[in-house]
């Protein structure tokens, strides 16, 4: 509500309060300690190779949750 209330002021305002607020998480997200320094995987074929990666190092079962 207090979103869609700054269209009264400056009709983009909401947009660019959502827009600013992704970009800013998505940057910080990439400074979290689970993925510094570490390449993001782009597939869902790459993600895969993850999860059998991590199966097959650790004796505990990782789960993808969908």
Request: aromatic residues 14%.
């Amino acid at each position: 509500m207090v979103v869609a209330l700054q269209a009264i002021f400056w009709k983009p305002l909401p947009s660019l309060v959502f827009g600013v607020f992704s970009t800013v998480s998505g940057l910080l997200y990439v400074f979290l300690p689970e993925t510094l320094g570490q390449v993001l995987p782009d597939t869902i074929e790459q993600v895969e190779e993850l999860k059998q990666q991590a199966d097959s190092k650790h004796r505990y079962h990782f789960e993808l949750y969908t």
